[in-house]
Nanobody
Framework: QVQLVESGGGLVQAGASLRLSCAAS????????ASWFRQAPGKARDFVAA????????YYADSVKGRVTISRDNAKTTVYLQMNSLKPEDTAVYYC????????????????????WGQGTQVTVSS
């Protein structure tokens, strides 16, 4: 079993930056690909960014490309999401997810491939 714990959310003004962290435990972290999803009130949980086991492959949603960077530190068993130039439409609960599957162009954004999920961290961006 894998436990994922997100942190780093908060209330910020538009244009600010935040770095979210996702600490993993319970399984060799380097054997897992990881991603971030987000869910705004009344909306579906959407893909934000994904990173392969060795960080050799990285994927971003078009809505955040150029403003967001996903990274990982396997020694610290942590995945990060650096978010810059935040907009009010970025307001959501951000979830970390991990999977034993290899990421590919056809699967990285599909919620169903992710075996493990965190509880989420709230990000609120005021205008």
């Amino acid at each position: 079993q894998v436990q994922l714990v997100e942190s780093g959310g908060g209330l910020v003004q538009a244009g600010a930056s935040l770095r979210l962290s996702c600490a993993a435990s319970g399984r060799t972290f380097s054997s897992l690909a990881a991603s971030w999803f987000r869910q705004a009130p009344g909306k579906a949980r959407d893909f934000v960014a994904a990173i392969s086991r060795s960080a050799g492959s990285i994927y971003y949603a078009d809505s955040v490309k150029g403003r967001v960077t996903i990274s990982r530190d396997n020694a610290k068993t942590t995945v990060y999401l650096q978010m810059n130039s935040l907009k009010p439409e970025d307001t959501a609960v951000y979830y970390c997810a991990a999977t034993v599957f290899y990421l590919s162009n056809s699967n990285y954004r599909k919620r169903e491939i992710y075996n493990y999920w965190g509880q989420g961290t709230q990000v609120t961006v005021s205008s």
